[in-house]
């Protein structure tokens, strides 16, 4: 098949499955107001002697993020298949086919991009808005929703920044281009080290931030043991 084929087949596969896609338009257009509910009872809950805290837990959260993410990415590289049940043609199979043809994803519409975070991250963020109501006079535990739903919100937009690492130049916005700069978001030259051959190392796309740790202390291989001890091993059918 064609590099072109290949692109106008996932495109298609992934812009239109059913409800599945249905669902994730709902989830991405819930996001933004379930977001906006946290951070409100944070802020109004939050003493302000506490906001001297905030800028040093966000950047925690990015950091947790960035390793979150990567561990989901490497889970999907290597572990199941794209006919699993369930998880296997929705999570498994993009990232996937991500590595036979990268720049897809460029393609992709805004559901198909965050929609699959958004399915996760709403309904964790209803869940904290509930338990938020229970317990509104604790700085801590507000402190601690703050940092989680900075991580929900920092993990929805991941694919997002992995999207514009593969984007072309042109197609980055300026804001997208400066944040990849400063190294707030994925940066293309540093995602370009996970394409490198033998695709085994930097799996965090948040931003990048855990991969040169992750990196030097072998953690991805340490973990690829810890699993095969308990019998869990990769997918023979992976390319990696």
């Not at 997002?160 to 700069?181: E, G, M, N, V």
Request: hydrophobic share 45%; proline share 7%; glycine share 4%.
């Amino acid at each position: 098949m064609k590099q072109t084929e290949i692109n106008v087949a996932i495109t298609s596969d992934f812009d239109d499955r059913g409800f599945h896609n249905v669902l994730e338009w709902i989830m991405v257009i819930l996001f933004p107001f379930s977001t906006l509910a946290v951070y409100g009872y944070c802020f109004m809950n939050i003493p302000v002697w506490t906001y001297w805290f905030v800028v040093p837990l966000i950047l925690l959260s990015l950091f947790i993020s960035d390793i979150l993410t990567g561990f989901v990415h490497w889970l999907a590289d290597l572990y199941g298949s794209p006919t699993t049940p369930l998880v296997g043609p929705n999570f498994i199979e993009p990232f996937r086919w991500h590595h036979i043809e990268p720049t897809a994803m460029c393609k992709h519409n805004l559901a198909v991009t965050i929609g699959n975070s958004c399915l996760f991250a709403v309904p964790l963020q209803v869940l904290l808005i509930i338990c938020m109501g229970h317990y509104s006079d604790s700085p801590l535990f507000n402190l601690s929703s703050l940092v989680l739903n900075t991580i929900f919100i920092a993990t929805v937009l991941t694919n997002q920044f992995h999207k514009w690492a593969h984007s072309s130049p042109d197609d980055r916005s300026t804001i997208a281009h400066y944040l990849q700069k400063w190294n707030l978001i994925l940066a293309p030259d540093h995602h370009q080290e996970h394409h490198t051959p033998p695709h085994t190392s930097s799996y965090c796309v948040t931003n990048g931030w855990a991969n040169p740790l992750l990196n030097k202390i072998g953690f991805w291989k340490k973990m690829q043991w810890v699993l095969s001890y308990l019998g869990i091993n990769p997918d023979k059918s992976s390319h990696i």
